[in-house]
């Protein structure tokens, strides 16, 4: 299992709508508001790193009002 962190700059005010839908996508496990840099993060597993890079790239980043993602791929 494969495992990754997006962190999500998102419009003022959208924080609450994107985590609910975030919640909905298959790979995210968790996702919860933060302070500082990054207005949210996402936790993602997946059999492989290309479920995961296929649901950054089609779900997350398409999600209204996400501004620019970064991701954090874990070494294992």
Known sequence: MEKAY????????AEG????EAKSIDCVKEAMG????YDIILKLEGPNVD???ETI???????E????TTTLMCAN
């Open 6 to 13: 997006v962190v999500i700059n998102c419009e003022l005010g």
């Open 17 to 20: 709508a994107i985590i609910e």
């Open 34 to 37: 933060v302070f500082g840099n």
């Open 51 to 53: 479920a995961i890079s």
């Open 57 to 63: 790239a089609k779900k997350i980043r398409k999600l």
């Open 65 to 68: 009002k996400v501004n620019c």
